[in-house]
């Protein structure tokens, strides 16, 4: 009796281990161009999830840091819901699985002093066909912005001084002749 309880129990502990092996996971990932945006321009960028099982819904957060600014954020046209500001709560009737594209946005350098930037996705939650919520691990992407500033700068300082040795060796050939 003792054994068949044992068994019972092991084949019950074996169906929970199953059900947990069976749920859905999956991640986010950022798709941009490259990640070098020159100072006074902008970079489009692409939210791209991944499941193992069909996602039904999405919620996220995108959060830039202080030198970037996040514009123009819009969910792919299969989804329904809202992306505006960076507050993505997505849903859809016909799940999606495998990769999907869960957002576009466009990045631009707000400091021009800055050298680099961050763009962070937080606070991700996917939810499965069986309304079942799981959380999925924040991911964030750096950015490298180019000063614009400085090369013209130095250009518009060599130009200056070349201009001035220009005018010295003029005046002083004038000089000369006379």
Known sequence: MKAIKLIGFFII????FLENVWALSGSVRFDCPNTT??????????????ADEEVSGISAKLVEG???ELSECDS????????NN???????????????TIATFTINPID?????????VEDIT???????EVSI?????????ESSSPKFLIYGIIGGLLVIIIIVIVVVLKKKKK
């Open 66 to 68: 202080d030198s970037l």
């Open 13 to 16: 502990s074996c169906f929970l």
């Open 37 to 50: 945006i020159p100072n006074g321009e902008s970079i489009t960028c692409t939210l791209v999830g991944t």
């Open 86 to 100: 960076g507050k993505i709560v997505l849903y859809t009737d016909t799940g999606k699985s495998g990769s999907f």
């Open 126 to 132: 996917f939810v499965g066909s069986d309304f079942q």
């Open 76 to 83: 792919d046209s299969s989804w329904q819901g809202d992306a």
């Open 112 to 120: 021009e002093k800055a050298e680099k930037g961050v763009v962070r």
């Open 137 to 145: 691990d924040s991911q964030e992407i750096e950015f490298v912005i």
